[in-house]
């Protein structure tokens, strides 16, 4: 029988790497279909209907996507929010005064204005006027944001823990400006948003050339395809410029974190870039090494001999460095390949002028792989920065071990099998309903239009004019 | 007032904050668990009505849950871990049941649609477990997770009455929110949820002091009780004229929002009651409010937020159900 905390985190971190999906999607979602729909508002008067109602067609598919996340990312969120209480009890018994409000304003600023909103945007066409609508999109996307923020200020919080005062061992507030604005927040609220830009950047990307290699979605899909490809392109450098200064930030504030991601047991001077490796923890050294001189100094301290401390120099206070070696070069490798793409993709669209019908199916294809490449990205990078901040929950100060709870690890167990068999359930639902409803957009909206006839025709609750904006 | 007793009183405020969130999502999602709970009873093209009629409004009502369960976390830890531990399983399967519903509602209009049934089929066993976990929860609540054979009993019997409270909730949501031939079948639901539904509550009444001494002192006491007595005649008041008005007519028609509304009276009166047998523990004869809070400093950094947030929450959301009031239409993505 496993122990009882491991069995905790591989559920937290189930629950957790389940739920972070969702949200990476819709921060970024909320804010895209924010912009297809002022973009049809712009245009449905002009002389090009098929552009018009190709932002339409885009923001209704969509919108679709956007539901089906939303909901998932609500009842994955509902989950979380009871497995803080029994995961770990003493979290909350020792830093509830702070973790507490974060919290508490997360849901009471951000998750009531998405779901309150939310029923507005999806089902209010028709029951409002456009500008009402697109304010209730503007404060779904806005919630979802704002979400991102207390979140990720709690988070970085425990990373870097500033604002504080320990009295009796429970954690008191001496500076709310601290807490929030702790010294990794700034890089990681940056790195997260921009990598939901990215993630749905490349769904987009990904979806929209799905659709065109079946031929379908004719009016919506090119549009959203050069959508997605600028998007990736304009935001993959910043997040690789962020994506060094946050990691800047780390070696600074948790130099284990950094040695267990760059596979250095002991302290050395101009350490060198491992490409491969296999980190063993009980040799306490690397084997199998692919290595480049001296280049982890030059990135890390930008200097040739720059000094990067080794494991060895924090023994039982760093992290198991072999799931960070791996994970952290996950991330990097796939940001250098959404790099590649985007750039490449988009210079090449271009030069057929935009004209999806001249764009290599190869091309399309290999978009169409990338579709959920940043969900892989964003998952590789929390399980870098998270495991790495193992074996602290509050990194520094409080261990995992000690507020853990006493629940019998059978029971654990046996709830962690529940979980994990439901969320690949559902994460398999979600990926074929995805593809289902890409391959099937048109007969999905005109389904819609044969229900909105028989609905005006039947229904006398239906405003008349809510068949206007067609 | 001075600063030790607004300390003093803000642990209070708490419960009450937490009380009144839960309050609302008992109602909010109950009607909505409610209907959930019929639709195998539905035919297909009812389905998609009953669907409508809960689409704007399910995501909104689940987040009173976590306000609810957040507070509890942030005011008062000690108690948050001491019963969500106690609830470890009940609260496992009450979240599998959630997320069931909630992804089967999302998926069951852009599946396949020969995929469709067994998202109808998952969603209605969704929101039956969910209910029947909050049941067996409250159950295990309100009689502060006693030991022994009669608990677990007790327990039981408010997981089979909870559910089929939100059963009667669900229907008379949907004889507000339809109308014709859907609106006629809500009728019999109704009015075959009402007597189990009552059932369950009387003999729960009856139970409750009996499993507990704290509550048993508390209702009995003079004079307490000729005020308390308000509690239960107003409650039977209630579920009879629900009862009465379900065998009109006139329940199709203008008044077809009353029995809903007259439901929502008895959830209040019976928490309530609740809130007054429990006060002020938190946890019954183990933890007071006191004992159980955060540091005054963190419940008024959290206090201030809900002063502002709240009315705004309240105002958007009696705008969704003004946007969607009447009787419920197809609905569709826009």
């Not at chain 2, 020969?114 to 109808?120: E, L, N, R, S, V």
């Amino acid at each position: 029988m496993m122990d009882a905390l491991l069995l905790a985190r591989m559920q937290f971190a189930a629950n957790i790497t389940f739920h972070i999906l969702f949200p990476t999607i819709s921060i970024g979602m909320g804010w895209l279909l924010l912009f297809f729909r002022w973009r049809w508002l712009e245009t449905r008067h002009g002389n090009d209907r098929v552009a018009a109602h190709g932002w339409l067609d885009a923001y209704r598919f969509w919108t679709k996507v956007f539901a089906l996340t939303f909901a998932l990312g609500v009842v994955s969120g509902i989950t979380m929010s009871f497995q803080f209480g029994t995961n770990w009890p003493g979290f909350m018994q020792k830093v509830g005064n702070i973790a507490g409000p974060l919290l508490g304003y997360e849901v009471l600023t951000a998750f009531f204005l998405e779901a309150g909103f939310l029923g507005v945007m999806l089902f209010g066409h028709g029951k409002v006027s456009e500008r009402v609508h697109l304010m209730s999109t503007f404060f779904v996307a806005f919630g979802t944001t704002l979400s991102a923020f207390w979140i990720l200020a709690l988070n970085s919080w425990m990373q870097t823990p500033s604002g504080h005062e320990i009295v009796d061992g429970v954690y008191h507030v001496k500076s709310w400006f601290d807490v929030v604005f702790n010294p990794s927040f700034p890089y990681r609220f940056a790195h997260m948003v921009l990598a939901s830009g990215l993630t749905c950047a490349f769904l987009l990307t990904g979806l929209s050339s799905w659709q065109l290699l079946r031929g379908v979605a004719q009016r919506s899909a090119p549009r959203v395809l050069r959508v997605g490809l600028t998007l990736a392109a304009l935001l993959i450098p910043v997040q690789i410029v962020v994506g060094d200064m946050h990691g800047l930030n780390t070696l600074h504030h948790q130099p284990a974190k950094i040695a267990a991601v760059e596979g250095v047991w002991d302290t050395e001077r101009g350490a060198p870039l491992l490409l491969f490796a296999i980190p063993d923890s009980e040799a306490r050294t690397n084997r199998f090494e692919l290595k480049l001189p001296k280049l982890a100094s030059l990135i890390l301290t930008h200097e040739l001999d720059g000094e990067i401390k080794g494991l060895n120099d924090f023994r039982d206070r760093h992290p198991p460095p072999l799931p960070l070696f791996f994970a952290f070069r996950a991330m990097v490798g796939i940001g250098l390949l959404m790099l590649a793409t985007s750039w490449l993709g988009w210079w090449l669209y271009r030069r057929v002028l935009w004209r999806a019908e001249r764009l290599p199916r190869a091309l399309l294809w290999f978009f169409a792989g990338m579709t959920i490449s940043g969900w892989i990205a964003t998952v590789a990078g929390w399980y870098v920065t998270e495991i790495g901040r193992q074996p602290f929950i509050v990194y520094g100060l409080i261990r995992t071990a000690d507020v853990t709870s006493a629940v019998p690890s059978a029971m654990i167990g046996a709830t962690l099998v529940l979980y994990l068999a439901l969320y690949l359930a559902l994460i398999v639902a979600y990926v074929s309903v995805l593809k289902y409803m890409a391959e099937k957009p048109e007969e999905l909206l005109q389904l819609d239009a044969i229900e909105r006839a028989a609905g005006a025709a039947t229904s006398p609750v239906l405003p008349a004019g809510s068949a206007a904006w067609t | 007032m001075d600063v030790m007793s607004f300390d003093r009183v803000l642990p209070v405020v708490f419960m009450a904050l937490m009380g009144a969130s839960m309050l609302v999502y008992v109602i909010s999602d109950g009607y909505d668990l409610g209907v959930g709970m019929l639709m195998h009873r539905a035919t297909d093209a009812e389905k998609d009505v009953l669907i409508a009629s809960i689409g704007p409004f399910w995501d909104a009502n689940e987040t009173w849950l976590v306000l609810g369960v957040g507070i509890l976390l942030v005011a008062f830890p000690k108690a948050h871990g001491l019963v969500l531990g106690e609830l470890y399983l009940p609260v496992a399967l009450m979240l599998v049941g959630l997320t069931l519903r909630g992804v089967a509602f999302d998926f069951r209009v852009k599946a396949k649609d020969t995929h469709k049934k067994a998202w109808d089929r998952l969603f209605f066993a969704g929101s039956t477990l969910a209910a029947v976990a909050q049941g067996w929860m409250l159950g295990r609540y309100v009689s502060g997770f006693g030991t022994g054979w009669n608990y677990p009993l007790f327990a039981a019997a408010i997981a089979v009455a909870l559910p089929m409270a939100y059963v009667l909730m669900g229907a008379t949501w949907l004889i507000m929110k339809t109308e014709g031939q859907l609106q006629e079948r809500a009728v019999q639901w109704a009015r075959i949820a009402w007597a189990p539904m009552v059932g369950g509550l009387v003999l729960i009444s009856m139970a409750t002091p009996w499993v507990s001494a704290t509550v048993r002192t508390r209702w009995f006491a003079l004079p307490e009780v000729i005020a308390l007595a308000a509690i239960p005649l107003m409650s039977g008041v209630s579920l009879l004229a629900v009862r009465g008005l379900l065998a009109t007519r006139h329940v199709r028609g203008p008044v077809c929002w009353l029995p809903f509304v007259l439901l929502v009276i008895v959830f209040v009166l019976g928490f309530l009651g609740l809130a007054y047998s429990i006060y002020p523990y938190v946890v019954l004869d183990q933890l007071t409010i006191w004992q159980a809070a955060s540091s005054p400093e963190a419940l008024k950094v959290i206090l201030f937020g809900t002063c502002i947030s709240v009315p705004a929450i309240a105002g958007y959301t009696v705008f969704s159900y003004r946007v969607f009031r009447g009787k419920t239409g197809e609905l569709k993505y826009a």
